[in-house]
């Protein structure tokens, strides 16, 4: 079985910097995605709490666009609106946790100057979005959302591991 990132959040730097902190952020929604998804059932995907609610499935695919929006935002590429696949969960699960991966690791080695030029940048509109967006916007979201796997999965009869212990960022062995 292939390792992925963020089964463990990673040390913490021994400098406080802006990309060191974003990166944390970055690698605590890591984390929580690992383990708000490890586990997910086939029934998991489909539950959603009321009828005008998204499923699991159709959050968990929000949850993928706006990782790529970051992951854009530090590679300093465009966002452009396309038709997305299906794929099984399993490669989408891959695919974010290693976008979130990289994202971190850009951070990391950026500088606040670097970072005052990561914009979110959608194809056809004018506007460029400054980092501070980025984290009020889909870092922020990504988050609210995975909470939301979270509930659906427990509500579903599905809870995640008890044993995963989110103030540490770590599963206790």
Do not use: C
């Amino acid at each position: 079985m292939e390792k992925l990132p963020y089964r463990q959040i990673p040390a913490t730097p021994d400098t406080y910097t802006p990309g060191n902190v974003a990166a944390r952020m970055i690698d605590a929604l890591g984390f929580r995605y690992y383990w708000a998804t490890e586990g997910l059932r086939a029934e998991d995907f489909d539950y959603k709490p009321s009828t005008n609610a998204r499923t699991t499935r159709e959050t968990l695919d929000h949850i993928d666009g706006l990782v790529i929006y970051i992951n854009n935002a530090v590679k300093k590429q465009t966002n452009f609106r396309k038709t997305k696949e299906k794929t099984l969960f399993s490669v989408q699960r891959k695919q974010t946790l290693l976008l979130l991966k990289e994202a971190s690791d850009l951070l990391r080695q950026s500088s606040a100057e670097e970072i005052e030029n990561f914009t979110m940048i959608f194809d056809g509109r004018e506007k460029a979005y400054p980092f501070w967006n980025i984290l009020n916007g889909p870092v922020a979201d990504a988050l609210w959302h995975v909470g939301q796997v979270v509930t659906f999965r427990r509500a579903s009869g599905n809870p995640i591991d008890s044993q995963v212990n989110m103030l540490l960022g770590k599963r206790k062995e």
